[in-house]
């Protein structure tokens, strides 16, 4: 991803529709640090949790890999190959898939994302491990 956007929550990608609690998975960049904070919840506690970056300025127009991968109540967050944050909820949240998957598009009341995305994939099933994540990430970077 790649942006240079301070608004506060802009949406990267997900699937909520409401500003409060309900059955989703987002990433947003929070306001104008450039911090991510990854969101899974069915419907609050004990399956919501959140994984906020420890990285910020990922709102500095340079491009940016980010993968996070859920495996059971654990939500991790790599950023340009490496981990960066790692939470654990109390719950297994079931995310059902019933809402749309957005790509830059927040919900009611929030501006559209100014951003812009190259190589997004979805994986369903399996979670990739470190080693794979990196792998993609050293895929992506230019030669010279």
Same mark, same amino acid.
């Given at each position: 991803?790649?942006?240079?956007?301070?608004?506060?929550?802009?949406?990267?990608?997900?699937?909520?529709?409401?500003?409060?609690?309900?059955?989703?998975?987002?990433?947003?960049?929070?306001?104008?640090?450039?911090?991510?904070?990854?969101?899974?919840?069915?419907? #609050?506690?004990?399956? $919501?949790?959140? *994984? =906020?970056?420890?990285? /910020?300025? +990922?709102?500095? #127009?340079?491009?940016? $890999?980010?993968? *996070? =991968?859920?495996?059971? /109540?654990? +939500?991790?967050?790599?950023?340009?190959?490496?981990?960066?944050?790692?939470?654990?909820?109390?719950? +297994?949240?079931?995310?059902?898939?019933?809402?749309?998957?957005?790509?830059?598009?927040?919900?009611?009341?929030?501006?559209?994302?100014?951003?812009?995305?190259?190589?997004?994939?979805?994986?369903?099933?399996?979670?990739?491990?470190?080693?794979?994540?990196?792998?993609?990430?050293?895929?992506?970077?230019?030669?010279?």
């Amino acid at each position: 991803m790649k942006t240079t956007s301070s608004i506060h929550y802009l949406d990267v990608l997900g699937d909520r529709v409401e500003g409060s609690h309900g059955n989703f998975f987002c990433i947003r960049m929070k306001g104008g640090n450039g911090q991510l904070v990854t969101e899974i919840d069915q419907n #609050g506690h004990p399956y $919501y949790t959140d *994984a =906020v970056s420890n990285t /910020t300025g +990922l709102n500095d #127009g340079a491009w940016h $890999y980010i993968a *996070a =991968v859920r495996q059971g /109540t654990s +939500l991790k967050v790599y950023i340009n190959g490496n981990l960066d944050v790692s939470v654990t909820a109390q719950g +297994l949240a079931n995310l059902t898939g019933s809402k749309p998957f957005k790509l830059g598009n927040s919900y009611s009341g929030f501006p559209p994302a100014d951003i812009e995305f190259k190589d997004v994939r979805i994986y369903n099933g399996k979670a990739l491990c470190p080693k794979r994540i990196s792998e993609i990430f050293d895929q992506g970077r230019p030669i010279c």
